[in-house]
């Protein structure tokens, strides 16, 4: 049986009147990609705080490794890195003096400092600008020393909060094959996002969070299996798209609809038999269909079907 290496039960934190996180509960397996996928405001970064160390809960407790957040917050320390949302560096300083400073931080000196310095800026792909400011490197090299940052002294489970938000495509690939060489290397990740295709691509288990609350927990295949086969269908109008709404509900094969903005998602069983019937519906309403955009079911239909709305940035 696989080792637990994370275990949350039941986390509860508000603000004032806002419920952050509502009774949220899960596992992650020892050496897997456990990605929490949700829109801006979901609770991630509020139960990654939590579990971090950084906020006392409210209820509930979750153990890191064997270390309580509530008992042991020291032995949670011990066993994790993190890389938060927001960059964590000195940018007069180098990437290779950050390092050097965070690792005293962590208790690291001397010869062992400077190898494992060596290390991490070569797990990182900056060992040829090393000796540059941070504050001349772009986005995404930041982000890399914030993941370096993290690694220093060799823990099992790693936090990675949004660490693709606001970066360049190359160096989104960069962070995200990262990733899995972590995982490959034996390491634990705990994944925050707000990208489907992200969740997708790199998770072993995926949990989607809205409003403070677990909606679904599971692989991928097994999020995809809540909808059943459904298609969803985007489609613009020429006119108030609220105007057609009712129309398209009672269409026979559409199972679910709702209106983001300018556009309108419909949840179908069949596009091939289903769309003809939205033209024909839209023309008795003397309503012109402007476009359509089929896409087969994903995550992003798997939240519309839960929260009644679209996964946006």
């Excluded at 707000?194 to 969070?209: K, R």
């Excluded at 079907?305 to 940035?313: P, S, V, Y």
Aim: glycine letters at 8%.
């Amino acid at each position: 049986m696989d080792q637990i290496a994370i275990s949350v039960q039941d986390l509860h934190k508000s603000f004032g009147e806002t419920r952050a996180v509502q009774g949220v509960s899960f596992d992650v397996e020892q050496g897997e990609i456990f990605s929490l996928l949700g829109p801006n405001g979901a609770g991630k970064t509020t139960t990654i705080s939590m579990l971090s160390c950084l906020l006392r809960p409210d209820a509930g407790d979750a153990r890191v490794m064997g270390h309580s957040i509530s008992a042991d917050a020291m032995g949670v320390k011990s066993v994790l890195g993190v890389v938060p949302q927001e960059i964590a560096l000195y940018e007069d300083l180098t990437a290779r003096e950050n390092l050097t400073f965070w690792g005293k931080m962590y208790g690291l000196r001397g010869s062992a400092l400077k190898s494992r310095v060596n290390e991490v800026l070569d797990v990182i792909g900056l060992s040829d600008r090393a000796g540059e400011r941070v504050g001349k490197y772009s986005g995404g090299m930041k982000r890399r020393v914030n993941i370096g940052v993290a690694l220093l002294h060799k823990p099992k489970v790693i936090y990675m909060d949004e660490p693709t938000v606001g970066i360049d495509p190359q160096s989104r690939r960069n962070i995200l094959d990262s990733v899995v060489a972590l995982k490959n290397q034996g390491m634990t990740v705990l994944y925050t996002t707000h990208y489907m295709e992200e969740a997708q691509e790199l998770s072993d288990h995926i949990a989607i969070m809205d409003h403070g609350k677990m909606m679904a927990c599971g692989t991928h295949e097994e999020l995809v299996k809540l909808i059943g086969q459904q298609t969803r269908i985007d489609l613009s109008v020429n006119t108030e798209p609220s105007k057609i709404l009712d129309a398209w509900r009672a269409v026979n094969g559409v199972s679910h609809i709702s209106m983001e903005e300018e556009r309108i998602s419909v949840l179908v069983e069949d596009s091939n038999e289903v769309l003809p019937r939205l033209f024909e519906a839209a023309a008795h309403s003397s309503i012109r269909i402007t476009s359509v955009d089929i896409r087969e079911p994903n995550l992003e239909a798997v939240f519309l079907h839960l929260t009644g709305r679209a996964l946006r940035d």
